[in-house]
Nanobody, 124 residues
Framework: QVQLVESGGGLVQAGGSLRLSCAASGRTFSPYTMGWFRQAPGKEREFVAAISWNRSTYYADSVKGRFTISRDAKNTVYLQMNSLKAEDTTVYYC???????????????????WGQGTQVTVSS
């Protein structure tokens, strides 16, 4: 089992920055990929970014060049969000999946563990 706790959401003006954090605990000795997804009301949860066990990174086209995913040696993953837009407003979820494969990183169903979500609001 892996437990995920997110933090760092909040209110920011358009063009501003926020950094989300997700602390993982539990079975963190196994290699795993961590990702960020987001979900607006009435919409499907969509992929934002992922970082593999060997720190390869992957991004949705909508955030490429603005968001950066990273992870430290203490099992925390970060999502640095710059140049935020009003359309980035939604709930962001941290996710984790065990294993080393890089396939289907953008598929929600491929992740076994999820955080509780953190709200990001960008005012225009």
């Amino acid at each position: 089992q892996v437990q995920l706790v997110e933090s760092g959401g909040g209110l920011v003006q358009a063009g501003g920055s926020l950094r989300l954090s997700c602390a993982a605990s539990g079975r963190t000795f196994s290699p795993y990929t961590m990702g960020w997804f987001r979900q607006a009301p009435g919409k499907e949860r969509e992929f934002v970014a992922a970082i593999s066990w060997n720190r390869s990174t992957y991004y949705a086209d909508s955030v490429k060049g603005r968001f950066t995913i990273s992870r430290d040696a203490k099992n925390t993953v970060y999502l640095q969000m710059n140049s935020l837009k009003a359309e980035d407003t939604t709930v962001y979820y941290c996710a984790a999946r065990l294993g080393i494969t890089a396939q289907n990183l953008g598929i929600m169903a491929s992740y076994q563990y999820w955080g509780q979500g953190t709200q990001v609001t960008v005012s225009s």
